[in-house]
Structure formats: structure tokens, C-alpha cells
């Protein structure tokens, strides 16, 4: 009887001696079994052995359990996973990205149809309506305009798209592989999927606007995919010592006008929804919803915060913004009118005029602030006006996408003008940012030239304190005392001698 013998050693699979002359045979044998293996069937096997051993033999039983045996399964699979091409995992990226961020917009959505009142009898009820509805919401998600309810929406929650840039980061951190291969394929997934979904949902007067979330998905994916690599693998920036330095000092200087701008915006936010707790407070008092409901109105608010925030930095610029046509929110003046009853409305100003008309200067301060701390390498006047010309242009482009991203139609009616006014938000920002730099690089500049003048300075004054040297050592000559120091006295004291005199004669003994 020919055999193939086989050692099991720490989960894998060696090969012994063949017994007979089935090398052949043998070899295909366990080429079979390590391919079972990658995929996890092998572990499922076992188990199936196990079970079936403990049920028909009476012999000792092992002490592991199908639980573990099922973990362990999971495991195999995961590893089978990691161990995959790079191809396939960034395929596998771009679908658990797109897959994943339609479930997080479908649970909520199907929570409440199935919390309905009228929802005794699970039988009566048409899921697919509430999975269309998510469907649209993940388009929406994706700076899509849809249509709900009757009502036209494409005030883009940006919540949500920071949540759908978060979910496919962190997959491609654990799945994508350190390849442009792999990172373009899991772009080129998301965004089929993600069109393929698109043209699903959509009616056919709609399509037209199907290209618009195409390149918003590649847009997305691009980012957080890039993201999730650097994070899980690192990332090199030695391609930027090729950039001139005017460029890399002017996106240096704009990503972080960017940053200072958003936070002082978002500090703004808070401190309206200090200021409106009670508004909020009542709103969803008057609301009366259940468990279900508010939890699923607090997430609906919580995806529209970031969009808040951004209309709170159009306010910072002098321009405001609009809650509804005919409403205006800005320093210098308010106009308010009836609202829905959200509570996330409460968070609105409630007050203009006065000091908040200085407002506007918040912005002036930050963009001198950021160019003051960043001058620490100064590359003269010509090529830092050119670095700031960058940070401008660079900073106005980040701020009008956002603006154009939180401006856009709420519901019917007067709610159909929601948002900031792209352009002249976007030009008042530039000119108080230009403002700033300004600002900035003078006082960068006199500060330059007070360092330079107290320089001189100090040096005198370290100069007078410094002891001055002696004729004799500015000569050459050595000093009396350090003469007789070195050369020693005819009068001394032999006994001084006698121990080193000694110590020789014990060491020649």
C-alpha cells in the first residue's frame, strides 16, 4: 500500500519521506492540501474531523471547542486575505469601501421604517423603499443632488463624506497594498460602485447629473485610500525637496491659514450652541420622538455639524450666510425668520451688530499669525511675496470648495436657498488673508531688523565683560608665578621626595 506520510507542525503542512515511488502523486497530494489551507478550508475540515470523531469514537476528546475552531477558521481567512496579490487588495478596498459606507446610511434608515407605528406586521412593510431612500442619502453623501419626499436636496451633508473618507481610510490601511497598482484600482472600484449605484437609483431625467458623483467618488477615494496606505505603510517625502521652495513655503503657509481658519470657525459654532441650548432644548422637547427617532434625527444633525462649521467661517469673512430666502446671518446685521422645528437650527446666531461687527478681523489676525510663525527661514522679499501669492491662491481654492459644498437646497419652499454665497464669500476671505500677510511679513520683517540691530549690541556688552588679558600673556611670556610653578624650588623640602624615591626603590625590588 503506497503511503504519503505527513507532519503536522505549528499549522503548516511538511512533507516526509515518501514511502514508494508516488513522488508525483504525493506532491500534488499536498500542493492540494497547502491551497485548502490558504483559503481556510483546510481548518473547516479539521473541525468537521473533530466533530465527527467526539460523536462516533469514545475515546479522549479534545479539549478545543468549535468556537475556537471557528475563530481560529476566521483567522486563516484573514491571513488568506493579507497574503492575497496587491491587486486584490485594492479591489477588495474600493468594494468593503463602498459596501460599508451604504450600510452605515441603511441601518438608520432601516430602524426607523421597522420603529413605525404601522410597523405591527413585518409581512405589510416594502423594505425596498427605505433601501432607495439610503441609496439616495449615500449619493447625497457624495455631493449628488437627489430628490426625497418630492423635495429637492443637494446641501451635501459633509459629515457624512468625512465618514465614507474615514470608513475607506481605514480599510486600505489594513487591505491596500503600497502600490500604485493597488491604490488605483481601489479608486477605480469605489467609483464603478459607486456609479453603478448611482445609475440604479437615479430616474431617467436625473442621469444627467450621474458624472458629478463619479468624480466626487474618485475624488474621495483617491484622498482617504492615500491616506490609509501612509498610515499602515509610511510614506516618503523626499519628492518634495524637487518642489521650488516658494511653492513648499507657499502650501505650507496655506494649509496652515486653512487649519487656523476652520478651527477659529469651529470654536465660533460652539459658542452659538452654548448660546442656543435652550432653543435646542425646546426644539426637540416639541419634537416628542421616541428613542428610535431621536437617535436617528441626532445622527441626520450630527453629519450636518461640518456643514455648520463652514457656514460659521462665511460669517467670520463679513459676509454671513442664509437660512432660507430672505434670511441673512452676518456680523452687521440679522435677519431671521420662521425655521423648522430642528433642534440643530437652534445653533444659529441670535445676535449682530456691535462688537461682533469686528469679527472679520479674527481672520486678519490669523493668516499675520501663521505668517509670523512661519518665517523662521526667511527667502527675501521677492520670493516670499511669491510664497504668499501661492498661500492665496492655495487658500482661496480650499475655502471656495468648501463654500460651494455647503451652499445648496435644504427642502421646498423659501428653504431651497440654504448656504453661504460662493463669491463674495471667497473674495472677502482673500482680501482679509491678504491683509493678514501683509501684516504679517512687517512685522516679520521689523522684528528681523531689531534682532539685527541688538546684535552688535550684546556683542559690545559681552566684550566689557570679558576680562581683559595681561601685557605678559598677550607677548608670548609666560607669567612669574607660573614659571615658579612650573619649575620647582631649590629650597623644597626632601621629605616631599622620599615617598616617590621610595616607591621606585620598592618597585625595583
Same mark, same amino acid.
Given at each position: 500500500?503506497?503511503?504519503?506520510?505527513?507532519?503536522?507542525?505549528?499549522g503548516?503542512?511538511?512533507?516526509?519521506?515518501?514511502l514508494?515511488?508516488?513522488?508525483?502523486?504525493c506532491?500534488?497530494?499536498?500542493?492540494?492540501?497547502?491551497?485548502?489551507?490558504?483559503?481556510?478550508?483546510?481548518?473547516?475540515?479539521?473541525?468537521v474531523?473533530?466533530?465527527?470523531?467526539a460523536?462516533?469514537?469514545?475515546?479522549?476528546m479534545?479539549?478545543r471547542?468549535?468556537a475556537?475552531?471557528?475563530?481560529?477558521?476566521?483567522?486563516?481567512?484573514?491571513?488568506a486575505?493579507?497574503?492575497?496579490?496587491a491587486?486584490?487588495?485594492?479591489?477588495?478596498?474600493?468594494?468593503?469601501?463602498?459596501v460599508l459606507?451604504?450600510?452605515?446610511?441603511?441601518?438608520?434608515?432601516?430602524?426607523?421604517?421597522?420603529?413605525?407605528?404601522d410597523?405591527?406586521?413585518?409581512?405589510?412593510?416594502?423594505?425596498?423603499?427605505?433601501?432607495?431612500?439610503?441609496?439616495?442619502?449615500?449619493?447625497?453623501?457624495?455631493?449628488?443632488p437627489?430628490?426625497?419626499?418630492?423635495?429637492?436636496?443637494?446641501?451635501?451633508p459633509?459629515?457624512?463624506?468625512?465618514?465614507?473618507?474615514?470608513?475607506?481610510?481605514?480599510?486600505?490601511?489594513?487591505?491596500?497594498?503600497?502600490t500604485?497598482?493597488?491604490?488605483?484600482?481601489?479608486?477605480?472600484?469605489?467609483?464603478?460602485?459607486?456609479?453603478?449605484?448611482s445609475?440604479?437609483?437615479?430616474?431617467p431625467?436625473?442621469q444627467d447629473?450621474a458624472?458629478?458623483v463619479?468624480?466626487?467618488?474618485?475624488?474621495?477615494?483617491?484622498?482617504?485610500?492615500?491616506?490609509?496606505?501612509?498610515?499602515?505603510?509610511?510614506?516618503?517625502?523626499?519628492?518634495?525637496?524637487?518642489?521650488?521652495?516658494?511653492?513648499?513655503?507657499?502650501?505650507?503657509?496655506?494649509?496652515?491659514?486653512?487649519?487656523?481658519?476652520v478651527?477659529?470657525a469651529?470654536?465660533?459654532?460652539?459658542?452659538?450652541?452654548?448660546?442656543?441650548?435652550?432653543?435646542?432644548?425646546?426644539?426637540?422637547t416639541a419634537?416628542?420622538?421616541d428613542?428610535?427617532?431621536?437617535?436617528?434625527?441626532?445622527?441626520?444633525?450630527?453629519v450636518?455639524?461640518?456643514t455648520?462649521?463652514?457656514?460659521?467661517?462665511?460669517?467670520?469673512?463679513?459676509?454671513?450666510f442664509?437660512?432660507?430666502?430672505?434670511?441673512?446671518?452676518?456680523?452687521?446685521?440679522?435677519?431671521?425668520?420662521?425655521?423648522?422645528?430642528? *433642534?440643530?437650527?437652534? $445653533?444659529?446666531?441670535?445676535?449682530?451688530?456691535? @462688537?461682533? +461687527?469686528? =469679527?472679520?478681523? #479674527? /481672520?486678519? &489676525? !490669523?493668516?499675520?499669525?501663521?505668517?509670523?510663525?512661519?518665517?523662521?527661514?526667511?527667502?527675501?522679499?521677492?520670493?516670499?511675496?511669491?510664497?504668499?501669492?501661492?498661500?492665496?491662491?492655495t487658500?482661496?481654492?480650499?475655502?471656495a470648495?468648501?463654500?460651494?459644498?455647503?451652499?445648496?437646497?435644504?427642502? *421646498?419652499?423659501r428653504l $431651497?436657498?440654504v448656504?453661504?454665497?460662493p463669491? @463674495?464669500? +471667497?473674495? =472677502?476671505f482673500? #482680501? /482679509?488673508? &491678504? !491683509?493678514?500677510l501683509?501684516v504679517?511679513?512687517?512685522?516679520?520683517?521689523a522684528?528681523?531688523?531689531?534682532?539685527?540691530?541688538?546684535?552688535?549690541?550684546r556683542?559690545?556688552q559681552?566684550?566689557?565683560?570679558?576680562?581683559?588679558?595681561s601685557?605678559?600673556?598677550?607677548?608670548?611670556?609666560?607669567p612669574?608665578s607660573?614659571?615658579?610653578?612650573?619649575?620647582?624650588?631649590?629650597?623644597?623640602?626632601p621629605?616631599?621626595?622620599?615617598?616617590?624615591?621610595? &616607591?621606585?626603590?620598592?618597585?625595583?625590588?
Open positions: 500500500m503506497r503511503v504519503c506520510a505527513t507532519v503536522r507542525h505549528m503548516h503542512l511538511r512533507t516526509s519521506r515518501v514508494s515511488g508516488t513522488e508525483g502523486r506532491a500534488g497530494w499536498v500542493q492540494s492540501r497547502r491551497t485548502a489551507s490558504w483559503f481556510g478550508l483546510s481548518a473547516a475540515g479539521e473541525a474531523q473533530r466533530i465527527g470523531s460523536l462516533g469514537d469514545h475515546g479522549a479534545s479539549t471547542s468549535l475556537s475552531d471557528i475563530r481560529a477558521l476566521g483567522r486563516r481567512g484573514v491571513a486575505v493579507m497574503a492575497a496579490p491587486w486584490l487588495g485594492g479591489i477588495l478596498t474600493g468594494l468593503q469601501g463602498a459606507s451604504y450600510l452605515l446610511v441603511l441601518a438608520p434608515t432601516m430602524a426607523v421604517v421597522a420603529a413605525a407605528p410597523a405591527g406586521a413585518t409581512s405589510g412593510i416594502d423594505w425596498g423603499v427605505p433601501a432607495v431612500v439610503a441609496a439616495r442619502v449615500w449619493l447625497l453623501g457624495h455631493g449628488l437627489v430628490e426625497i419626499g418630492g423635495a429637492t436636496v443637494s446641501l451635501i459633509l459629515g457624512l463624506t468625512v465618514a465614507f473618507g474615514a470608513i475607506i481610510a481605514a480599510i486600505a490601511r489594513r487591505f491596500a497594498a503600497r500604485w497598482g493597488s491604490w488605483g484600482l481601489a479608486v477605480a472600484t469605489y467609483a464603478t460602485v459607486v456609479t453603478l449605484g445609475s440604479l437609483v437615479l430616474l431625467e436625473e447629473a458624472p458629478l463619479t468624480v466626487a467618488a474618485v475624488a474621495l477615494a483617491a484622498l482617504a485610500t492615500a491616506i490609509g496606505i501612509w498610515r499602515a505603510h509610511g510614506v516618503e517625502l523626499g519628492w518634495l525637496l524637487r518642489v521650488p521652495a516658494v511653492v513648499r513655503a507657499g502650501l505650507r503657509r496655506a494649509a496652515a491659514i486653512g487649519a487656523v481658519s478651527g477659529a469651529a470654536a465660533l459654532q460652539t459658542l452659538w450652541a452654548v448660546q442656543g441650548r435652550a432653543r435646542i432644548a425646546d426644539a426637540a419634537l416628542d420622538l428613542v428610535v427617532g431621536a437617535a436617528v434625527l441626532a445622527v441626520g444633525e450630527t450636518y455639524a461640518l455648520m462649521v463652514v457656514w460659521a467661517l462665511a460669517w467670520l469673512t463679513g459676509q454671513g442664509a437660512v432660507g430666502a430672505g434670511t441673512a446671518y452676518a456680523p452687521d446685521a440679522l435677519t431671521a425668520d420662521v425655521l423648522p422645528g430642528l *433642534p440643530i437650527l437652534g $445653533a444659529l446666531p441670535s445676535d449682530a451688530g456691535g @462688537p461682533w +461687527v469686528w =469679527a472679520p478681523v #479674527a /481672520l486678519v &489676525a !490669523a493668516a499675520a499669525a501663521v505668517r509670523v510663525a512661519l518665517s523662521t527661514s526667511p527667502l527675501g522679499w521677492r520670493r516670499d511675496a511669491l510664497a504668499d501669492l501661492v498661500a492665496l491662491a487658500a482661496g481654492a480650499m475655502v470648495a468648501l463654500m460651494v459644498a455647503a451652499n445648496g437646497a435644504a427642502g *421646498p419652499g $431651497a436657498v448656504g453661504p454665497d463669491l @463674495p464669500v +471667497v473674495t =472677502a482673500l #482680501a /482679509l488673508t &491678504a !491683509a493678514g501683509v504679517g511679513t512687517l512685522i516679520a520683517r522684528y528681523v531688523a531689531v534682532r539685527g540691530l541688538l546684535r552688535p549690541a556683542a559690545q559681552g566684550d566689557h565683560a570679558r576680562p581683559s588679558a601685557p605678559e600673556v598677550r607677548s608670548g611670556a609666560k612669574a607660573a614659571s615658579a610653578q612650573s619649575t620647582p624650588s631649590a629650597n623644597a623640602s621629605s616631599v621626595r622620599e615617598p616617590r624615591s621610595g &616607591a621606585r626603590a620598592t618597585t625595583s625590588r
